[in-house]
């Protein structure tokens, strides 16, 4: 393995952690810096429709914009390269927040899948993917994250 590859696997695994801090703290347009202009976002899993991804941080800002505290973990954070600017990323995500109306914390967990790109603003996603596999503690246990704070 060379120091680059070394390099861009620290830059990949940083632009993950920014993505949770960005979604942690509020900070959208930070958020927005993660992906690529031309990003595709598919957060269906949780009840969104797949999009750009303006629309999509369109949705979260609003919907996430409703939860007093979230805290994601982003871990075994595996990265494949395809080519030298081209990688696809698998990690790990566990969130527990604080949902609105709900006694306790409310916990989710499963992956992030991304395909990143190196830019000239350094490795950005431009597709990503969450798999949420499952919810604990959940208002509705009918519905999935998002369903449930649209309705």
């Not at 954070?77 to 927040?97: G, H, K, L, Q, S």
Request: aromatic share 10%; proline share 4%; net charge negative.
């Amino acid at each position: 393995m060379t120091l680059q590859r070394l390099q861009d696997r620290l830059d990949i695994a940083d632009l993950l952690y920014k993505y949770a801090t960005s979604v942690d703290t509020k900070n959208w347009e930070a958020l927005a810096t993660v992906f690529t202009d031309d990003a595709h976002l598919d957060y269906s899993s949780v009840g969104y429709p797949a999009g750009t991804r303006d629309q999509v941080l369109g949705m979260l800002s609003r919907a996430l914009g409703q939860i007093p505290m979230t805290q994601h973990f982003v871990t075994n954070i595996e990265i494949t390269f395809v080519e030298d600017d081209t990688a696809n990323v698998r990690a790990m995500f566990y969130n527990p927040m604080q949902l609105p109306g709900v006694d306790g914390l409310t916990y989710c967990g499963g992956n992030y899948h991304h395909e990143v790109v190196r830019t000239a603003d350094g490795w950005k996603s431009r597709k990503a993917v969450e798999e949420n596999l499952w919810f604990s503690n959940h208002p509705d246990p009918s519905k999935n994250g998002a369903a449930a704070l649209q309705s």
